[in-house]
């Protein structure tokens, strides 16, 4: 019998370390644009659905058997043809995506940071489509979100389940490489959409100009504070949160490995050395006990800790990235931001102008534009 499954139960799947073969069916271009990825190891194939029309026989026979195998397509069609075509053959638990590709694109993975025992609650909402961090900061019926994804069913649900509403959405910068939801967010539930004019200034929507030092709280006493410290390099208006004195929602700014590069603005020497002062004088003075939430990630196996979270304390963050935090120079910080400099994926201008309203494609347009990976990360690796 065929089955199906979410792009939730996927991500749990893979976080079990299950033993399964997950078969793409898309054709191999896409295929090498992007696929599933998670945090362990996945015995992955790519055989394109048309081999199964015209070739079923030997399709089939290139599919180890004795194994449970999911099947994913661009749109559930062709996944759930090749998942009868596998079970004609006498092939056993098969099962196929919900909603294609694009549901594992936008699906997000809920974890809470913080203890049971605390007061507010810290989330941490991971994509791992597009190897990405938003945040959920929950107080006494409020919600706080940081660089909500599309998908703003999820985050609504999300605080419905706490007894929350959305009461604010920040954004620590313009982003690039994923579109946001905190314009329509706010329109959906009247949040405040809160960002910097560095960024946001040409933007069309309609937003809260933040103020570099200032705080925002909940409505009830007691809540963790929200610190906005600006931190321009990644972007002019690159914005990191201090949140309770013990969280650095950090953007695009620090990453666990690697720091956000500077050069997506094509202004790299101008913008590299807005992030070498960021990172001497408004970050390095930072406690090392912060515990950085950072925008994105690249490597689960460097980056997660032992319950999948991307997390990991200031301190530490700048012992294993000492090759960007130890220079103290910076003509030597903008060659090293240069030597690790790569092209940009083209289709991020494109959702620049989405995300400052400057460019409305339809949902369908939206979700092509919003799959794939992130190349937010200076450099590959630090070591
Ligand atoms: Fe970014």
Redesign the pocket.
Known sequence: MVTTFTATELFETIESGADFILLDVRNEEDFSNFSVEGPNEIEMLNIPYFDFIERPESSVAKVPSGKPLKIVCAKEGSSEFVASVMADFGREDISHLEGGIVSWGNVLVSKRINSDSDSYEMWQFNRPGKASCSYGLVYEGEMFLFDPSRNVEFYQHFAESRGADITHTFET?L???YISGSPLIAKETGATFVAHDGDYGSAIHEYRSLIDGESFDFSNEGGPSTLCIHSPG??PGSTSYVIGEKYLIS??TVFIVSV?RPD?GNQVVEWAKMLYGTIKERISILPDSLLVLP??YTDWSAEADSEMRIINDFGTIKRNNEEIYGIDDIDDFVSFIQSNMRQQPEIYGQIRKVNSGHLTPCNDEQNVMDLGK?E?AASNHTS
Do not use: E, P
């Open positions: 910068h982003q690039a490489d990644h972007t953007g695009d956000g997506l925008g994105h992130n937010c």
